[in-house]
């Protein structure tokens, strides 16, 4: 972000946000390697939804310029 305004910046930051699809697998294959609990896999899998949800809402705010 070196040489990004303070705004491009958000809006860059932001646009990483739903990587969903990665942390979803991912949760999948520890969950089957037994790393991770049925429970924590449920809440890893709330806040993938969650962001992913709510970035388009947040891009809208903060992409204005």
């Known amino acids: 972000a070196i040489g990004l305004g303070r705004s491009d910046r958000w809006t860059l ?3 990483m946000i ?3 699809e990665y ?3 991912t949760a999948q294959i520890v969950l089957a390697g ?3 609990t ?3 896999y449920t809440v890893i899998l709330s806040f993938v939804i969650l962001s ?3 970035t ?3 891009m809208g705010i903060f992409g204005k310029k």
Do not use: N, T, W, Y
């Open 23 to 25: 942390s979803i697998i």
């Open 18 to 20: 739903p990587r969903g």
């Open 34 to 36: 037994g790393i991770i």
């Open 52 to 54: 992913i949800l709510v």
């Open 38 to 40: 049925g429970q924590l």
């Open 13 to 15: 930051g932001l646009a």
């Open 56 to 58: 388009p809402v947040l």
